[in-house]
T-cell receptor, first 111, second 116 residues
Framework: GDSVTQMEGPVTLSEEAFLTINCTYTATGYPSLFWYVQYPGEGLQLLLK?????DKGSNKGFEATYRKETTSFHLEKGSVQVSDSAVYFC??????????FGTGTLLAVQP | DAGVIQSPRHEVTEMGQEVTLRCKPI?????LFWYRQTMMRGLELLIY????????DSGMPEDRFSAKMPNASFSTLKIQPSEPRDSAVYFCASSLAPVRGTDTQYFGPGTRLTVL
């Protein structure tokens, strides 16, 4: 079945460092791909998405490119801030209407 | 729009008691999802509805769990009887009619359930 694998956390960075959180997926067909973010004590919020191969999703300085050849959707940001500290979830919308989430990666940014 | 509304935000109960969690989806959304989040199991989809009809309840852990959606603006998730292992954060989410998962799900703030 469809699945998502993302890198284990926690990821600890200093402010203004470069961020990469890896995500790979297995799915039938051509799924949409998502990154959601969960701030402490809150629900998940959509950060960005891509609906077809080679699409780049971007929001708030974060980017991810849908790579069909490597079945990946890695999240990147050039310069992280303390306010980016949160849990990041990669997800795929597969053959059904359900979203399949990864296990989440905790990002801690230190000033 | 107020977003997805869940109540209560926190619930503490004793083992064996009935627990009812409530959700009001975003107006106009056709799909409603119930998730459970724990440290051990991560985020799990329990059940989802389309136009008030349950479509897939394969994630409901056992018969103690039940969910209803009597109308387009209200859903409940009930646990009877509750057990300590049910302690988790329960999220409700809603979306417009998604086509093969392409549409965005909007999450509520969650209900933190503690069963003593």
């Amino acid at each position: 079945g469809d699945s998502v694998t993302q890198m284990e956390g926690p990821v600890t960075l200093s402010e203004e460092a470069f961020l990469t959180i890896n995500c790979t997926y297995t799915a039938t067909g051509y799924p949409s791909l998502f990154w959601y973010v969960q701030y402490p004590g809150e629900g998940l919020q959509l950060l960005l998405k891509a609906t077809k191969a080679d699409d780049k999703g971007s929001n708030k300085g974060f980017e991810a490119t849908y790579r069909k050849e490597t079945t990946s959707f890695h999240l990147e940001k050039g310069s992280v801030q303390v306010s980016d500290s949160a849990v990041y979830f990669c997800a795929t919308g597969g053959a059904t209407n359900k979203l399949i989430f990864g296990t989440g990666t905790l990002l801690a940014v230190q000033p | 729009d107020a977003g997805v509304i869940q109540s209560p935000r926190h619930e503490v109960t004793e083992m064996g008691q009935e627990v009812t969690l409530r959700c009001k989806p975003i107006s106009g959304h056709d799909y409603l999802f119930w998730y459970r989040q724990t440290m051990m199991r991560g985020l799990e989809l329990l059940i989802y509805f389309n136009n008030n009809v349950p479509i897939d309840d394969s994630g409901m852990p056992e018969d103690r769990f039940s969910a209803k959606m009597p109308n387009a603006s209200f859903s409940t998730l009930k646990i009877q009887p509750s057990e300590p292992r049910d302690s988790a954060v329960y999220f409700c989410a809603s979306s417009l009619a998604p086509v093969r998962g392409t549409d965005t799900q909007y999450f509520g703030p969650g209900t933190r359930l503690t069963v003593l």
